[in-house]
């Protein structure tokens, strides 16, 4: 890899090996790490354009390629039932430096993938620091890239630079979405009191992986009453009508949807035992899954908040177990801005205005690290499909990949488009209908079962144009 910690000329940054042009990826977040390795991989020279850390973000703490700003999981590795295990095996299977990299930074987290966010972060930079075609520009794109990048992919995620986001608003014409994503505390393992709290996972499925930490009725409700009632981030009067995800929703915002929101959401309590009180089963449950390798930090499992940070140290630490709990980092919250990609971009994430760009990761509005990594994975595989003069073939939409790619550039419904993650509803449908039709997880398995041996199909084709 040919750095550059510094500003670099971008005409210069536009010059490339001799016969192929480099393709510039402005991003250095999942999907454009992602995409910059299949660029490489493909032979296609790339500039890799990250801003940070000259130009910090509002949730990053560092330069790193690949941070992971919230949580440290990948969510399920399930590749029979679970969609997102799913895409995580096609991924693997077409080479994806991110899936690579989590692999081999996993940390236990019963049937999940979840990494050592700093090990997998190093890993992704090593990575590409090992191919020589990949050059990182330590620079902020402040604008519309220069008319001389012809291919352009650009993955700046939810975080996108206020320039950079208001030149591609004044380009489409279309105002940017956004939402806010909140991020949940990480504690220190040795400031918790495990005379109250346990290690299992839900229904014993894996490892006991997780520090679980009970809570009876009373302390349930009083905790809700806390929650209510304490002090929270005040909104800008422009970001008062912003909505949130409802997959990463504050813990603050469930419980007043309801006082018994939060014991059927991430606290609930089914399938877990407590070994110092047996006979007394838990009203609620918070549960703590580790962070890092060393297993020296741990995560709280669906607690984003927006809580002003003594409240979120006062609080919390009325839960049992947690009474001088220490944290590593608190809550927090950021904006997130994406794009109406239904309407802007076409089948290969180009932008339909102007085909030279093309966009990828969570500013196209699909949600999730490994969602975000995998369109960087596609972009950059359209893009290098394109620098060698061949047509660009996207995946089934049978594939996890695929399904996913479907619904962001054409499948939703444009004037109600929202971040996705993805799952099997996006999947064209399978097996018969009436009695006849397969149901719950025999449906999964044979969705699952499809969708690989189309992806094998589709990554055969692929080599034999190659």
């Known amino acids: 890899m040919k750095a550059a910690n510094h500003p670099v000329n971008l005409t210069d940054a536009a010059n490339g090996s001799p016969g192929i042009a480099p393709i510039h990826v402005v991003g250095g977040g999942l999907a454009g790490s992602e995409a910059a390795w299949q660029l490489a991989r493909a032979g296609v020279p790339v500039v890799l354009h990250e801003m940070r850390p000259h ?5 990053h703490v560092g330069g790193g390629l690949a941070e992971l700003v919230c949580s440290n999981s990948f969510r399920s590795d399930d590749a029979e039932t679970n969609a997102v295990g799913l895409l995580h095996e096609e991924m693997r299977r077409a080479g994806s430096l991110v899936l690579g990299a989590g692999d081999a930074n996993r940390v236990p987290a019963g049937g999940a993938l979840a990494v050592d966010r700093e090990g997998f972060s190093k890993a992704v930079e090593a990575a590409l620091e090992a191919e020589a075609l990949v050059t990182v520009a330590r620079q902020e794109i402040a604008g519309l890239p220069p008319p001389q990048w012809d291919s352009t992919i650009i993955a700046t995620g939810p ?9 591609i608003a004044a380009l489409t014409g279309e105002d940017a979405l956004a939402f806010f994503d909140a991020i949940a505390p990480i504690v220190h393992r040795d400031s918790i009191d495990f005379s109250k709290t346990w290690f299992q996972s839900r229904y014993d499925k894996g490892d006991a992986d997780y520090i679980n930490c009970p809570l009876d009725s009373d302390q349930y409700h009083a905790f809700i009453e806390d929650l209510l009632a304490a002090d929270k981030v005040e909104f800008h009067e422009w970001e008062a009508s912003t909505p949130y995800f409802e997959g990463c929703l504050p813990i603050e915002v469930m419980a007043a949807r309801g006082p018994k929101t939060l014991a059927y959401g991430p606290m609930k309590p089914v399938g877990l035992t407590n070994p110092h009180a047996p006979e007394n089963k838990p009203h609620a449950v918070v ?5 890092n390798a060393l297993g020296t930090l741990y995560n709280m499992v669906g607690f984003q908040t927006k809580l002003k940070h003594g409240e979120q140290k006062r609080i919390l630490r009325t839960i049992p177990g947690l009474e001088g709990a220490e944290f590593a980092r608190l809550g927090g ?17 180009r932008l339909k205005c102007q085909g030279r760009l093309r966009f990828a990761g969570q500013i196209t509005g699909c949600e999730g690290y490994v969602e975000s990594a995998a369109m960087g994975l596609l972009a950059g595989r359209f893009a290098a499909a394109e620098r060698h003069g061949r047509t660009p073939l996207p995946p089934p939409a049978t594939t996890a990949m695929g399904a996913l790619l479907a619904h962001i550039t054409g499948g939703a419904e444009a004037e109600t488009f929202q971040p996705m993650n993805v799952n099997f509803g996006l999947f064209p449908p399978i097996g018969g209908t009436g009695k006849g039709r397969l149901r719950g997880g025999d449906r999964k398995k044979a969705l699952s079962a499809r969708a690989l041996a189309d992806l094998d199909a589709w990554l055969g084709r692929r080599r034999a144009a190659e």
């Open 333 to 349: 919250l950021h904006r997130n801005t994406f794009m109406n990609s239904p309407r802007l971009l076409d089948g290969t994430l």
């Open 287 to 291: 549960q703590l899954r580790q962070d």
């Open 55 to 59: 130009r910090p973000t509002g949730a």
């Open 159 to 167: 975080l996108t630079s206020p320039d950079l986001a208001s030149a």
